[in-house]
């Protein structure tokens, strides 16, 4: 069975940083592409960054680049995401998601870790 | 302002078929598959249709979807009230090198 495991959310002040970790099991996290995905309160999902299996090719939402930056560690089977720079309008729940065939689209979810910017 | 374009509510009665549409443009939907989402109140998203019209093992063939040109829709029948939720479309944008999401509708069951 898939599963992702966020970690790491909480509150932070704007202009502050934050570090997310998603643990995978239950596939080959080495073979697979991965994203995240975020959603502030009420709102629909926006799509955040892209990281290839090995790390080779990564793509970021213009919303966020520059300030984020995506990573992983096939070895630990984590992926991870560090924030800076925090703005109000991150504050969002944080989805890891497995890469569905390299199409750059999720198919399998975590449960999500909220990040909330506020002073 | 979300770059497929949903209507944001839907509605039906029990054992009626409702569909749900996504627009977008020549560099998403026009060129690159669609991917539908069901996301129940508190819940992460689940995906429902994938590569356009393939239902992951679990799905009910009471989901189905379509694609036509820079269009595509998910179709719902025989309507139930679990079917209660937000729906999202999602595709590959070639020209902006982004996954996009629908604004995503919000069906009920009435």
């Known amino acids: 069975e898939v599963q992702l495991v966020e970690s790491g959310g909480g509150l932070v002040q704007p202009g502050g940083s934050l570090r997310l970790s998603c643990a995978a099991s239950?596939?080959?996290?080495?073979?697979?592409?991965m994203n995240w995905v975020r959603q502030a309160p009420g709102k629909g999902l926006e799509w955040v960054s892209y990281?290839?299996?090995?790390?080779?090719?990564?793509y970021y939402a213009d919303s966020v680049k520059g300030r984020f930056t995506i990573s992983r560690d096939n070895a630990k089977n984590s992926l991870y995401l560090q924030m800076n720079s925090l703005r109000a309008e991150d504050t969002a729940v944080y989805y890891c998601?497995?890469?569905?065939?390299?199409?750059?689209?999720?198919?399998?979810w975590g449960q999500g870790t909220l990040v909330t910017v506020s002073s | 302002q979300s770059v497929l374009t949903q209507p944001p509510s839907a509605s039906g009665t029990p054992g009626q078929r409702v569909t749900i549409s996504c627009s977008g443009s020549?560099?998403?939907?026009?060129?690159?598959?669609v991917y539908w989402y069901q996301q129940l109140p508190g819940t992460a998203p689940k995906l429902l249709i994938y590569?356009?019209?393939q239902r992951p093992s679990g799905v009910p063939d009471r989901f189905s979807g379509s694609k036509s040109g820079t269009s595509a829709s998910l179709a719902i029948s025989g309507l139930r009230s679990e079917d209660e939720a937000d729906y999202y479309c999602?595709?590959?944008?070639?020209?902006?090198?982004?996954?996009?999401f629908g604004g995503g509708t919000q069906l009920t069951v009435l």
């Open positions: 998601a497995r890469d569905h065939g390299g199409s750059g689209i999720p198919d399998y």
């Open positions: 239950g596939f080959t996290f080495s073979s697979y592409s």
């Open positions: 990281i290839s299996s090995s790390s080779s090719t990564i």
């Open positions: 020549s560099s998403n939907i026009g060129s690159n598959y």
């Open positions: 590569r356009n019209n």
């Open positions: 999602a595709a590959w944008d070639d020209s902006l090198s982004v996954a996009v």
